[in-house]
């Protein structure tokens, strides 16, 4: 069955119109298919079921029924067995760096954006940018960007089991950091961050807040060298994983290298998808 196909499944109780979301426990359930029992299947109730208008319920190649709803939580029944949460009410952040607004890289259209993008909706969407303004490479202005995160967090609404993520370059690595330590309403369960300068503010350290953080590099940055004002280990982070990856054959900068080439950016994720 694809997408827009109106035939009814008869063993999940399920077609393109209407998905039904139950355990077992919810007079009028449709027939269970012999041995399937899921849980959870409807989140902030233990037994009962759901009708959830969804006129995009699709197969994938795992035989797996997904649709969405912003009424209910976006749900999988999976033939093999469970309910489990999407993560379409999950989020993604991507936060530029030091002067994002100047450089032209962050609109929409450029393959850096797109390419940060996709990878923010594999982890979890949607993926919104922080336009944090100014921007410039002062302390005050991290900070001010640090409260607007805070308060881009609040306004977004997380299911149970649901997870914040964050994407962040240069400097925008310490907004994150510090937003992380002023009481994000969401834990972070990953934040990458991308050619982050080193600053030894304990305003910069990582809060209690952070799951998992990633310390991504460029050989030979000198940008991030100056970001963190020449300091020894300007570059690695001894609260993150540190990552270095060498971009001599892109023909960028290695400050822009990890997002802006194709092939660099290609290197750090894949090495990401194996720690993850």
Same mark, same amino acid.
């Given at each position: 069955m694809g997408t827009g196909d109106i035939d009814y499944d008869a063993s999940v109780g399920l077609n393109s119109i209407t998905g039904y979301i139950y355990d077992g426990g919810c007079p009028g359930s449709p027939p269970l298919r012999p041995g399937i029992a899921p849980t959870n299947a409807y989140p902030g109730q233990s037994t009962g079921c759901a009708s959830v208008p969804s006129p995009s319920v699709s197969y994938n190649a795992n035989n797996q029924v997904t649709w969405s709803s912003s009424a209910v939580n976006g749900l999988?029944?999976?033939?093999?067995?469970?309910?489990?949460?999407?993560?379409?009410?999950?989020?993604?952040?991507?936060?530029?760096?030091?002067?994002?607004?100047?450089?032209?890289? %962050?609109? @929409?259209?450029? #393959?850096?954006?797109?390419?940060?993008?996709?990878?923010?909706?594999?982890?979890?969407?949607?993926?919104?940018?922080?336009? %944090?303004? @100014?921007?410039? #490479?002062?302390?005050?202005d991290r900070l001010a960007a640090a409260h607007a995160l805070v308060n881009l967090v609040a306004t977004h609404t997380f299911a149970p089991g649901e997870r914040l993520h964050i994407i962040a370059h240069s400097h925008g690595g310490n907004v994150a950091l510090a937003a992380s330590r002023l009481g994000l309403a969401q834990p972070i369960d990953t934040l990458i961050a991308l050619n982050k300068p080193m600053l030894r503010s304990a305003a910069y350290r990582p809060g209690p807040c952070i799951a998992r953080f990633f310390n991504i590099s460029a050989a030979r940055d000198w940008i991030q060298r100056l970001g963190a004002r020449f300091a020894l280990g300007s570059s690695f982070d001894p609260h993150a994983v540190n990552h270095v990856v060498d971009t001599r054959t892109s023909p960028l900068r290695p400050h822009a290298a990890l997002i802006w080439d194709d092939d660099c950016r290609d290197l750090w994720w894949q090495w990401l998808q194996r720690q993850l």
């Open positions: 999988s029944y999976d033939l093999a067995g469970d309910v489990t949460a999407d993560g379409l009410n999950s989020m993604t952040i991507l936060i530029p760096g030091t002067n994002w607004e100047a450089s032209g890289g %962050w609109i @929409p259209q450029s #393959n850096g954006y797109r390419g940060l993008q996709q990878y923010g909706d594999q982890l979890g969407g949607p993926t919104e940018l922080l336009a %944090w303004t @100014p921007s410039r #490479n002062r302390h005050t």
